[in-house]
């Protein structure tokens, strides 16, 4: 069976360097043998890619990438604290917040970015919320928090 470096891997993807935080926060802590990572926004190089509002500035197809993404930076803050990826036993939780126009009702499908990653990486199944938001930090269409067991 393949580790979740490898599936990663596999997947043409590597774990981004944590960014920064943009606040007073750390990007993840461990909690006997949970971690907890803190909101992680759809950025490359310090930038949010395809900022706005989703349904109105940014479709659902480009947010549910973004999510992706969002999920990727907030398991490179998981492994960092878990000491590398393949210390990664399972996903627990998924929190998506989505910056939606209020006619958007579509959350649970732009998560599912997030979740598919997830799953395709580490392999288990887990509980999930998908919340939509007027607005996200620095405009992000998507913020994306996880609990993973390490």
Same mark, same amino acid.
């Given at each position: 069976?393949? &580790?979740?470096?490898? %599936? ?8 981004? &360097? ?9 990007? $993840?802590? %461990? ?5 907890? &990572?803190?909101?992680? #926004?759809? &950025?490359?190089?310090? @930038?949010? #890619?395809?900022?706005? /509002? ?8 480009? $947010? ?5 993404? +969002? +999920?990727?930076? *907030? #398991? *490179? $803050? ?10 990664? %036993?399972?996903?627990? @939780? ?21 979740? @598919?990653? #997830?799953?395709?990486? /580490?392999?288990? *199944? ?13 405009? $992000? ?10």
């Amino acid at each position: 069976m393949s &580790t979740p470096s490898e %599936r990663l891997a596999a997947l043409g993807l590597e774990l981004p &360097t944590v960014p920064a935080p943009v606040a007073s926060y750390i990007p $993840a802590i %461990r909690v006997g043998d949970q971690i907890w &990572t803190s909101g992680q #926004l759809p &950025t490359r190089d310090g @930038k949010v #890619l395809e900022p706005g /509002i989703v349904g109105s500035q940014v479709s659902p197809e480009v $947010a549910t990438e973004m999510a992706q993404l +969002a +999920a990727l930076n *907030a #398991l *490179a $803050a998981a492994a960092e604290v878990a000491g590398g990826l393949d210390n990664i %036993r399972r996903v627990v @939780k998924v929190v998506v917040y989505v910056a939606s126009d209020p006619a958007f009702v579509a959350q649970p499908q732009v998560a599912n970015g997030a979740s @598919k990653l #997830l799953g395709e990486v /580490i392999g288990s *199944a887990h509980a999930r919320s998908a919340v939509g938001v007027a607005v996200l930090p620095l405009n $992000a269409p998507v913020e994306v928090e996880i609990v993973v067991e390490a």
